[in-house]
């Protein structure tokens, strides 16, 4: 009976196991498995910029894991891993005891690490007899199968550790902004207290039980041999310090603020690799960004758009309101600013801190500023003074518990405090971006006023007209058809009928200059010319070179287009300018110089050339590694350096004049829509292109003083010129075919070599190309009696100079008509 008794365990239990271990997964899923770990991003100098993920994991091998965290896990949860065959047969037969004895009150798991790991990756959480005897079969199929490092390391990365970090690398950060490298024991074991509970032992709202089960796991490390008793006395006396507790800074405070660039990469990113990839995939990922060039652009946009705000003397705050009765403590109030959505990342001029009017007072507000104490030398108050820019009566502004931002005003001499001054976030916003010519690498970008106020990427995102800025590439169209910068455009209005009406587009100044040479069409940012330029060459000929260019996906080829009224990004505008500035080849933008996975190896690398010398270790003095590439040319060098030339008189002759100044050549083009709803500069040196423009997210007029020239092109001379300190400038690359001929910039006439004077510019000729002098092109546009040169509909007549310097004789100003679109300077 004994015998038959056994054999029919036996064979119940063979066919118990064999029954449930049909279907289970197999091992090879988890030598294929791969852990969901953070994306990092990375600056040039290898500083981690921004992080992404879904769950926080860091991927860290077994051979990088200290012992001493190791053996710390492995005495909490499993002190005989290192000897079992996957289970442990005396723990589960305890554990069942303890279940049948308490009648099932008191169930629990005596699983090993391996079964723990199966449970983690193979099957659901539930405590059932059914999953325990999978999970034994399992892990002992995974002993076979895998050493007893690799199971650790799964467990250990995998393993929910409290406070959303997941394995012991991220949970170090976490719990102690540490390195596995720099734990000590007392801080290994308290890393080892969570598997079983990880909500259950936080360092502050559950001090005393982590501290209990802390030192409790350290005297089971001193029972196994893994601590001395000097050890383990030094450990248990141990304090507990942690982030948490405030005595560790925070690692995620030691990261800056995220911003539009680090978040623009996330979005391209999550489009080329995929969202789940990005987000779980453990990319390392280096950024292009100048983390100081970023700083110096958010800040000159920032300085733009404050200034503009604040001529309109309008206060609209933030919008958000404390209720009076939070406003009794300094505790309460402090508490509810810290609750609030609010932008904390504004260091214009200085830090922007949230605060809340406590007392509207005669001459002063009353203020209380998040994490800023009030001292004798810092009152919290805003002095009536502070606040004279605004329109309209100082009681009808604020109210009690409104919540503003406070910078600090100090002394430019010694920075001594002066006042805390009011701010608010403007309306208008825009967009500011530079990049380099060569290799696309973008190098600064601001999408807005402040990201947290708005994460919408006005330099990507935003579709606007360009206006005037669109100009150069009907120019280019022009001069590779073979006009050239002297060729002699009709200045002179135009009647258009369109199925919208009739369209009379008309120049900024409301007159016409009669026959004009291109570089004074492009300089002074004429319509009239550009529009005939554009029906004398073919629209289709212009759409063609903004496609090639990447301005447009599909054109309009409606006359209007030429003066820029399709829309685009300033991100396709950029990359297109870089193409002027580089002699004419194509070069593809990009915020990522290099991607890698998990285990280092590179995915994706944007710079494609090959170096030819880099591996020479004796190349000639005076000379460098040669650099091949193999880039396609959108077009002639010889256009792109007359272009370049042309556009280098709107910065020093012409519609940027005012504004732009540098001690280099810069080269760009001014842009303002109809009705000044959108204002744009782009320019650029030998090296660097940068551009912004400017206008409210909805569309709506600046005001009729507000142009590309003035607004955006001090928000480019401010960057530029931090950007020419780090990356320098040369004179624009001459083409040596160049034929230079000495032109009369007012009138287009050939004039003798050797001649000089203001007037006189040296235009480059293609090789052997004769210009022909004398000949107008008018676009097609006949010129009938009634449609005078110089007025469309003369009235009062008075006098004015031509660009020849002869006088004329005009009418008053002329009038948009009926239709009105496309850009005007």
Same mark, same amino acid.
């Given at each position: 009976?004994?015998?038959?008794?056994?054999?029919?365990?036996?064979?119940?239990?063979?066919?118990?196991?064999?029954?449930?271990?049909?279907?289970?997964?197999?091992?090879?899923?988890?030598?294929?498995?791969?852990?969901?770990?953070?994306?990092?991003?990375?600056?040039?100098?290898?500083?981690?910029?921004?992080?992404?993920?879904?769950?926080?994991?860091?991927?860290?091998?077994?051979?990088?894991?200290?012992?001493?965290?190791?053996?710390?896990?492995?005495?909490?949860?499993?002190?005989?891993?290192?000897?079992?065959?996957?289970?442990?047969?005396?723990?589960?037969?305890?554990?069942?005891?303890?279940?049948?004895?308490?009648?099932?009150?008191?169930?629990?798991?005596?699983?090993?690490?391996?079964?723990?790991?199966?449970?983690?990756?193979?099957?659901?959480?539930?405590?059932?007899?059914?999953?325990?005897?999978?999970?034994?079969?399992?892990?002992?199929?995974?002993?076979?199968?895998?050493?007893?490092?690799?199971?650790?390391?799964?467990?250990?990365? @995998?393993?929910?550790?409290?406070?959303?970090?997941?394995?012991?690398?991220?949970?170090?950060?976490?719990?102690?902004?540490?390195?596995?490298?720099?734990?000590?024991?007392?801080?290994?074991?308290?890393?080892?207290?969570?598997?079983?509970?990880?909500?259950?032992?936080?360092?502050?709202?559950?001090?005393?039980?982590?501290?209990?089960?802390?030192?409790?796991?350290?005297?089971?490390?001193?029972?196994?041999?893994?601590?001395?008793?000097?050890?383990?006395?030094?450990?248990?006396?141990?304090?507990?310090?942690?982030?948490?507790?405030?005595?560790?800074?925070?690692?995620?405070?030691?990261?800056?603020?995220?911003?539009?660039?680090?978040?623009?990469?996330?979005?391209?990113?999550?489009?080329?690799?995929?969202?789940?990839?990005?987000?779980?995939?453990?990319?390392?990922?280096?950024?292009?960004?100048?983390?100081?060039?970023?700083?110096?652009?958010?800040?000159?946009?920032?300085?733009?758009?404050?200034?503009?705000?604040?001529?309109?003397?309008?206060?609209?705050?933030?919008?958000?309101?404390?209720?009076?009765?939070?406003?009794?403590?300094?505790?309460?109030?402090?508490?509810?600013?810290?609750?609030?959505?609010?932008?904390?990342?504004?260091?214009?001029?200085?830090?922007?801190?949230?605060?809340?009017?406590?007392?509207? @007072? @005669?001459?002063?507000?009353?203020?209380?500023?998040?994490?800023?104490?009030?001292?004798?030398?810092?009152?919290?108050?805003?002095?009536?003074?502070?606040?004279?820019?605004?329109?309209?009566?100082?009681?009808?502004?604020?109210?009690?518990?409104?919540?503003?931002?406070?910078?600090?005003?100090?002394?430019?001499?010694?920075?001594?405090?002066?006042?805390?001054?009011?701010?608010?976030?403007?309306?208008?916003?825009?967009?500011?971006?530079?990049?380099?010519?060569?290799?696309?690498?973008?190098?600064?970008?601001?999408?807005?006023?402040?990201?947290?106020?708005?994460?919408?990427?006005?330099?990507?995102?935003?579709?606007?007209?360009?206006?005037?800025?669109?100009?150069?590439?009907?120019?280019?169209?022009?001069?590779?058809?073979?006009?050239?910068?002297?060729?002699?455009?009709?200045?002179?209005?135009?009647?258009?009928?369109?199925?919208?009406?009739?369209?009379?587009?008309?120049?900024?100044?409301?007159?016409?200059?009669?026959?004009?040479?291109?570089?004074?069409?492009? @300089?002074?940012?004429?319509?009239?010319?550009?529009?005939?330029?554009?029906?004398?060459?073919?629209?289709?000929?212009?759409?063609?070179?903004?496609?090639?260019?990447?301005?447009?996906?599909?054109?309009?080829?409606?006359?209007?287009?030429?003066?820029?009224?399709?829309?685009?990004?300033?991100?396709?505008?950029?990359?297109?300018?870089?193409?002027?500035?580089?002699?004419?080849?194509?070069?593809?933008?990009?915020?990522?110089?290099?991607?890698?996975?998990?285990?280092?190896?590179?995915?994706?690398?944007?710079?494609?050339?090959?170096?030819?010398?880099?591996?020479?270790?004796?190349?000639?003095?005076?000379?460098?590694?040669?650099?091949?590439?193999?880039?396609?040319?959108?077009?002639?060098?010889?256009?792109?350096?007359?272009?370049?030339?042309?556009?280098?008189?709107?910065?020093?002759?012409?519609?940027?004049?005012?504004?732009?100044?540098?001690?280099?050549?810069?080269?760009?083009?001014?842009?303002?829509?109809?009705?000044?709803?959108?204002?744009?500069?782009?320019?650029?040196?030998?090296?660097?292109?940068?551009?912004?423009?400017?206008?409210?997210?909805?569309?709506?007029?600046?005001?009729?003083?507000?142009?590309?020239?003035?607004?955006?092109?001090?928000?480019?001379?401010?960057?530029?010129?931090?950007?020419?300190?780090?990356?320098?400038?040369?004179?624009?690359?001459?083409?040596?075919?160049?034929?230079?001929?000495?032109?009369?910039?007012?009138?287009?006439?050939?004039?003798?070599?050797?001649?000089?004077?203001?007037?006189?510019?040296?235009?480059?000729?293609?090789?052997?190309?004769?210009?022909?002098?004398?000949?107008?092109?008018?676009?097609?546009?006949?010129?009938?009696?009634?449609?005078?040169?110089?007025?469309?509909?003369?009235?009062?007549?008075?006098?004015?100079?031509?660009?020849?310097?002869?006088?004329?004789?005009?009418?008053?100003?002329?009038?948009?008509?009926?239709?009105?679109?496309?850009?005007?300077?």
């Amino acid at each position: 009976m004994l015998t038959m008794g056994l054999i029919m365990g036996a064979l119940t239990l063979g066919g118990v196991f064999y029954m449930y271990g049909r279907d289970l997964p197999t091992y090879e899923t988890l030598a294929r498995y791969q852990p969901k770990t953070i994306s990092r991003i990375y600056s040039g100098e290898g500083l981690i910029i921004d992080e992404f993920a879904v769950e926080r994991r860091l991927y860290t091998p077994a051979s990088e894991i200290p012992d001493i965290v190791k053996q710390a896990f492995i005495s909490a949860e499993d002190k005989n891993f290192y000897t079992h065959t996957g289970y442990d047969p005396r723990g589960i037969l305890a554990a069942i005891v303890e279940g049948v004895t308490s009648r099932g009150e008191n169930l629990r798991g005596a699983s090993t690490i391996t079964q723990q790991v199966m449970k983690n990756f193979l099957l659901d959480g539930s405590t059932t007899l059914e999953r325990k005897i999978k999970e034994i079969i399992l892990a002992t199929r995974i002993e076979g199968a895998m050493s007893k490092d690799q199971i650790l390391e799964l467990y250990l990365t @995998e393993i929910d550790l409290g406070v959303r970090s997941f394995g012991v690398t991220a949970a170090a950060r976490s719990y102690f902004n540490k390195s596995l490298s720099e734990l000590t024991p007392a801080e290994a074991a308290f890393l080892a207290v969570h598997p079983k509970a990880p909500y259950s032992y936080h360092p502050v709202h559950n001090r005393e039980a982590a501290i209990a089960r802390r030192n409790f796991i350290l005297r089971e490390m001193f029972e196994n041999g893994y601590l001395t008793q000097e050890e383990l006395t030094v450990a248990l006396n141990d304090p507990l310090r942690t982030v948490q507790n405030g005595d560790f800074p925070s690692y995620q405070e030691s990261l800056p603020p995220r911003d539009y660039f680090t978040d623009e990469i996330r979005r391209q990113l999550s489009q080329n690799f995929g969202e789940d990839e990005f987000f779980t995939g453990g990319l390392s990922i280096r950024a292009t960004v100048d983390p100081d060039l970023q700083v110096t652009a958010a800040h000159s946009l920032q300085r733009a758009l404050e200034e503009f705000d604040r001529e309109l003397g309008v206060w609209r705050g933030t919008g958000q309101t404390i209720p009076e009765d939070q406003l009794t403590s300094e505790e309460d109030w402090r508490a509810a600013l810290a609750a609030l959505t609010v932008p904390r990342d504004i260091t214009y001029v200085s830090q922007w801190y949230p605060a809340v009017v406590l007392a509207v @007072e @005669e001459n002063q507000l009353q203020i209380g500023i998040e994490s800023v104490v009030e001292t004798e030398a810092e009152p919290f108050v805003v002095p009536r003074r502070d606040i004279e820019w605004l329109r309209g009566d100082f009681f009808d502004n604020f109210n009690v518990g409104d919540v503003v931002h406070v910078r600090r005003m100090t002394a430019d001499s010694d920075g001594a405090f002066i006042r805390w001054s009011l701010r608010q976030v403007p309306e208008v916003q825009g967009g500011f971006m530079a990049m380099d010519v060569n290799t696309g690498r973008v190098i600064a970008m601001q999408g807005g006023f402040s990201y947290q106020d708005s994460v919408f990427n006005r330099a990507t995102q935003a579709q606007r007209q360009p206006g005037s800025s669109f100009k150069p590439f009907v120019y280019a169209a022009a001069l590779d058809s073979g006009y050239s910068p002297a060729t002699i455009i009709i200045d002179a209005p135009i009647t258009i009928n369109t199925p919208q009406g009739v369209w009379r587009p008309q120049n900024a100044s409301n007159q016409y200059y009669g026959p004009t040479p291109l570089r004074t069409g492009i @300089e002074r940012s004429r319509n009239l010319m550009t529009i005939r330029l554009a029906q004398e060459i073919g629209m289709d000929t212009v759409a063609a070179y903004a496609e090639r260019f990447g301005v447009y996906d599909r054109m309009n080829q409606g006359l209007a287009a030429s003066l820029g009224a399709d829309e685009t990004t300033l991100f396709k505008m950029i990359s297109a300018y870089a193409m002027f500035a580089n002699g004419g080849e194509r070069v593809e933008p990009t915020l990522v110089d290099r991607v890698q996975d998990r285990y280092g190896n590179t995915v994706y690398r944007h710079d494609q050339r090959t170096c030819v010398d880099c591996d020479d270790m004796i190349i000639a003095a005076g000379f460098g590694p040669r650099i091949e590439t193999n880039r396609d040319r959108v077009m002639n060098e010889i256009t792109a350096y007359q272009l370049t030339s042309m556009m280098r008189g709107v910065v020093e002759r012409g519609t940027a004049s005012g504004t732009v100044n540098l001690p280099v050549q810069i080269a760009g083009k001014t842009g303002t829509t109809n009705d000044s709803k959108d204002v744009w500069f782009i320019g650029f040196s030998s090296n660097i292109v940068a551009g912004c423009y400017i206008g409210y997210d909805t569309p709506r007029s600046l005001g009729r003083a507000a142009s590309g020239g003035g607004i955006c092109g001090p928000v480019f001379n401010r960057f530029m010129s931090d950007a020419i300190e780090v990356y320098g400038a040369g004179p624009f690359h001459v083409p040596e075919s160049c034929q230079f001929i000495n032109i009369d910039r007012y009138s287009g006439a050939r004039l003798p070599d050797g001649v000089s004077g203001e007037n006189v510019i040296a235009e480059c000729f293609r090789p052997g190309e004769e210009p022909l002098f004398g000949i107008m092109f008018d676009g097609g546009f006949a010129m009938a009696g009634d449609l005078p040169l110089f007025d469309e509909v003369p009235r009062t007549a008075r006098e004015v100079t031509t660009s020849t310097g002869e006088t004329a004789t005009v009418g008053p100003k002329a009038t948009f008509g009926t239709l009105s679109t496309g850009g005007l300077y």
